[in-house]
């Protein structure tokens, strides 16, 4: 699969007499991925499409596809599309996930973050460990 042409991202103080650092989008998807996968509740990045009404939970090498940037004004707007486990509190979790987002992406990169726009694609019955009894 080619990827199309990605414009790079300019963080503030991004040129200086020494030459100018970019930002491809492919490395705000990472950090918003790592981010995102590491909060209580989130059991995965979910495709941004649903098949037959189901959320399509994405695997590794693929979970960029879940996050969407976009620039406003020099600003980002992170859309993230989610699975969590069923159970518990949706609102909770997705406040999490835009402050661990937001907070990422400003630390690492400097670039300030408008919006995260947390997209829950499915509620999901999460891992359950069964002891067996003799």
Known sequence: MRMPKASSIQPQHGSSPLG???VLPNAIHTIA???T????GVLGIAAPRLRN?????LPTDQMNQGVRVHVV???LVIEIYVALEYG???SEIAHNIMSSVKFS??????IPVLQVNVNVQGLLHGPTFYSEKD
């Open 33 to 35: 991925v790592q981010a």
């Open 37 to 40: 996968s590491a909060c209580y």
């Open 73 to 75: 004004n020099s600003q």
């Open 53 to 57: 009404g189901q959320a399509i939970l």
């Open 88 to 90: 518990l509190r949706i």
């Open 105 to 110: 992406i400003e630390k690492m990169l400097g």
């Open 20 to 22: 100018k650092i970019e």
